[in-house]
């Protein structure tokens, strides 16, 4: 600014010297015009450049270069440039931002910023439900004005984040299980990270249960198996005593082979791709296989009856349909006192193949229905061992079934009998050639 007037100076008195001069060489009216046509001049040029100026702040920054003679045509030109070059730079950045805000939002965890006094500065939207958080309303306010929970709060004070912390009843419906841990960062802010282990914990659960029933079902025979190796060392025991504890050894040895067999082929189940549905099913051969074996088990104990449509059949896996099937048609008879029926039917149903076990039998109670397909639920423990039950059968049907795209259905009444019934569904059904005459 000092420059600016020093030299608006220095040219003042230059010109009333060179004023003086002329004044003197070429007298004081001529010296007089000619001052004042200079200064007119000087008004214009700079009225001139001030117009350019204010064009220039007046000019929008992103919009066309305005057009200018001479040097201010090139200043406009270069800052548009530049201007053009932050603006994409600006852009770039957004967009980056942007960007980063959908990845946070598309994490299935929930993201919570804390800054150094524990407010809340943003949160995606899985943390707003496990927390019951609203990103907008709750912006700046303390977590633990909102999170409320004093496991949470001394968690959060303790500034000892190398555990996580888990967080039951959680959720709107307080029923899920939370994994939290805080990660600090920058200036003493934090970054609070929560995940859903409501399935993970579940399945441990269930993983927990179904190791404890495996040991609980191979101890209860393993135990009677010893106690009569025992008895026999120690006891003097005659030919027919002998006899029958070798023989009730073998029943509890055989028992065992089942639920390892069973379990094995759950395993399987489990493990392998797929069935293909391409490949057709022998159903012709599989019902004979069924009734063969149903007549067998009853051994004219039951009426038994087939209604099938031999043409009709299914797509995957043959053994594992014999065997899905076969445990219904074994269950029907196992749960059937003597005298009563058994009825199977293999038909469509609109565009569903349908295959029905109808038993006149015990029937079920209405709660244990849902439960009947978990591994060794049984209904009547005693029935289920004198049949030689291991109460994986139904577990092993849902498995394939579910395998093969299809859906057991079971409806029963107490002391009248039971209907299962396997749906497959029009993708899996298919049609077998009539065998020629
Ligand atoms: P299990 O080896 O004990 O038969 P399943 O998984 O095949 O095991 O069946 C589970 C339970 O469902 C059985 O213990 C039995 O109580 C009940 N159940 C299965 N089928 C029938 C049926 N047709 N009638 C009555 N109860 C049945």
Not at 40 to 66: C, M, N
Request: charged letters at 25%; one cysteine or more.
């Amino acid at each position: 600014m000092n420059t600016i007037w020093a030299r608006s100076l220095v040219s003042l008195v230059l010109l009333s010297v060179l004023c003086a001069v002329v004044g003197v060489l070429i007298g004081v009216k001529a010296a007089l015009i000619l001052a004042i046509v200079v200064l007119l001049a000087q008004g214009i040029f700079s009225t001139f450049h001030k117009q350019q100026l204010w064009r220039l702040l007046d000019a929008p920054v992103y919009g066309e270069v305005p057009s200018a003679p001479g040097i201010w045509g090139e200043i406009y030109y270069r800052l548009h440039k530049l201007a053009k070059r932050w603006h994409a730079q600006v852009r770039q950045v957004e967009q980056q931002h942007s960007r980063f805000i959908q990845a946070i939002q598309a994490s299935p965890n929930g993201v919570a910023m804390l800054d150094d006094h524990d407010q809340i500065e943003w949160c995606n939207a899985i943390s707003e439900l496990h927390f019951g958080l609203d990103a907008k309303r709750d912006l700046r306010q303390h977590i633990t004005h909102l999170v409320r929970r004093p496991d949470f709060v001394r968690y959060l004070n303790t500034r000892q984040y190398e555990e996580m912390l888990i967080m039951r009843g959680m959720g709107e419906r307080r029923q899920h299980v939370l994994s939290v841990q805080v990660f600090p960062y920058g200036d003493n802010r934090k970054l609070l990270l929560s995940q859903d282990i409501t399935e993970l914990e579940r399945t441990d659960s269930m993983r927990r249960d179904f190791v404890a029933n495996v040991s609980h079902e191979l101890k209860t025979p393993l135990t009677v198996l010893a106690g009569f190796l025992e008895t026999m060392r120690e006891l003097p025991l005659n030919d027919a005593e002998r006899a029958r504890y070798l023989e009730l050894m073998e029943q509890q040895a055989s028992r065992m082979q089942h639920i390892v067999r069973d379990l094995l082929v759950l395993a399987t189940l489990e493990g392998d791709s797929k069935p293909p549905s391409e490949q057709m099913v022998d159903m012709r051969a599989v019902l004979r296989h069924l009734k063969d074996d149903a007549e067998t088990l009853s051994a004219g104990r039951h009426r038994i009856s087939f209604d099938v449509d031999e043409g009709l059949t299914v797509t995957g896996v043959e053994t594992e349909i014999l065997s899905a099937l076969g445990n219904l048609v074994t269950n029907a008879i196992r749960y059937t006192p003597d005298g009563g029926s058994i009825h199977v039917n293999w038909n469509t149903h609109g565009a569903q193949a349908t295959f029905s076990v109808i038993d006149s039998g015990l029937g079920i109670p209405a709660a244990d229905i849902p439960r009947l397909t978990e591994r060794f639920y049984r209904v009547d423990r005693s029935r289920s061992r004198d049949t030689g039950g291991t109460g994986l059968g139904l577990a092993i049907v849902k498995h394939v079934l579910q395998r093969h795209d299809a859906q057991l259905e079971v409806k029963s009444e107490e002391g009248r009998g039971s209907t299962f019934t396997a749906r497959f569904p029009a993708l899996r059904t298919a049609r077998r050639q009539p065998a020629p005459v």
